[in-house]
Each structure stands twice: as C-alpha cells, then as structure tokens.
C-alpha cells in the first residue's frame, strides 16, 4: 500500500537540539496529521493541519502543511529527555464516506540526557 | 471523558485457534478502523467501517474479519490464528467531519504460537 515517505527514520540527540523531521508524497492530501507513539501505547494526536502553508504551534512543536500539499514538516525546539519516541505523519484524504490515512514510516527520536 | 478502549491488552494464542480482539469507543464516532504495526512496516490498515452494517477491506484484510453491529464496537477476528498475524494491533476512530483526525486505542499485542 502507498506510504509516504518520511525522514529521517532515527535521530539520537544531545538534550537541548532542536529537531526537523519531514514527509512527502506523490499524492495531495486534505489534511495532514503527526502523532507520537511511546512504548506501549497508541499513537497520539499531536498537531493537525487543515490548509495548505499552515502553520501551527504545539508548544515546543511546529508544524507546516506544504503549499503543494504533498508534504509536511514537524519541529521540536529545545528538545527533553521525554520527547523520546516514535513520531508518525500521517496525510488525510476523504473517501466516499469517509477519511483515510496514509502514514509515513515513523521517525525515532532518542534523547541523550 | 469519551475513550476508545481495547481488549484483551495482550494475548497468547495456538496457530488455527480463532481469536477476537474487542475495541470500544465512547465517542459515538462513525468511522472505525483496526491497524497492525510491524518492525520496519509501520502501521499497516486491516478493516475499516463508516457506520453500523458497513465494513471495508484494507491492504492486509487477508485472515481477518470484523462486524459492526452498534456505533460503539467493532471487534476484529483472526479466523484461523497464523504465526504471521503475530503483532501488535490497534483499533482507532474518527468523527464524521472531513477534518476528524484519528484517535487511537493503546494497541493489544497478539502471539500465535
């Protein structure tokens, strides 16, 4: 099935670093979504972007929906050691009756205290 | 607060057992969708419904099944249980709104023995 492509797929950082992950696709998208897995759990919601150059701030994260909308971007400023996990984008369509997600391949982001 | 709760959290079965996995959600969401993660897969989509009586496959729908007979449920069957189907799964929902992100479950993990 169609995955977009999201990079990088790991990143280990010293407490502190600011980080850049990003998604692209060959398909446009009506709204584009990134989530935070930890271990164990489900993913999360944490931004949710509607209009194409949108962007929106999450506390320490930022994100913009691309103006072509086929891509996305997510920041983290100053990062802790509890941003640890998986961080998924996920680009949005709706479908006859309703919404469909196509995620990207996930980025692990390991904190160094 | 709503919720979408699954069960069991983890599960050991026997290869060709039939097993259910039970998802729940009191957000009175229409659409319902059931995932399973795999190293170096991300999340991969099983089933999905739009409403009550309406049940759609995904890319892995290959030896499961689901029903949805209310608003709040949609349990997903493992038929005849295979080493394959070993994973972790996730149920997740959405509202009827082109903008209604998913929300997620905290994932049931399954080993086929």
């Known amino acids: 099935g169609q995955q977009l492509n999201q990079s990088p797929q790991s990143m280990f950082i010293q407490e502190g670093e600011d980080v850049s992950m990003n998604c692209t696709s060959s398909?446009?998208?009506?709204?584009w979504l990134w989530y935070k897995q930890e271990p164990g759990e489900g993913p999360v919601l944490l931004i949710a972007?509607?209009?194409?150059?949108e962007l929106t701030s999450n506390g320490r994260l930022t994100a913009q929906f691309g103006i072509t909308r086929k891509d996305s971007f997510l920041n983290i400023s100053a990062s802790i050691p509890s941003d640890v996990g998986i961080y998924f984008c996920?680009?949005?369509?709706?479908?006859?009756?309703?919404?469909?997600?196509?995620f990207g391949g996930g980025t692990r982001l390991m904190v160094k205290p | 607060d709503a919720e979408i709760t699954q069960s069991p959290r983890h599960k050991i079965t026997e290869t060709g057992r039939q097993v259910t996995l039970a998802c729940h959600q009191t957000?009175?969401?229409?659409?319902m969708f059931w995932y399973r993660q795999d190293l170096g897969h991300g999340l991969r989509l099983i089933h999905y419904?739009?409403?009550?009586?309406?049940?759609n496959k995904g890319e892995v729908s290959d030896g499961y099944s689901v029903s949805r007979s209310n608003t709040e449920d949609l349990p997903l069957t493992l038929e005849s249980a295979a080493s394959s189907q070993t994973s972790v799964y996730f149920c997740?929902?959405?509202?009827?709104?082109?903008?209604?992100?998913?929300?997620f479950g905290n994932g049931t993990r399954l080993t086929v023995t």
């Open positions: 398909s446009i998208f009506n709204t």
């Open positions: 957000w009175n969401h229409n659409n």
């Open positions: 997740a929902s959405s509202g009827p709104s082109r903008n209604s992100p998913l929300h």
């Open positions: 972007l509607y209009k194409a150059g």
């Open positions: 996920a680009g949005q369509q709706w479908q006859n009756a309703g919404n469909m997600l196509t």
């Open positions: 419904s739009y409403g009550v009586q309406d049940t």
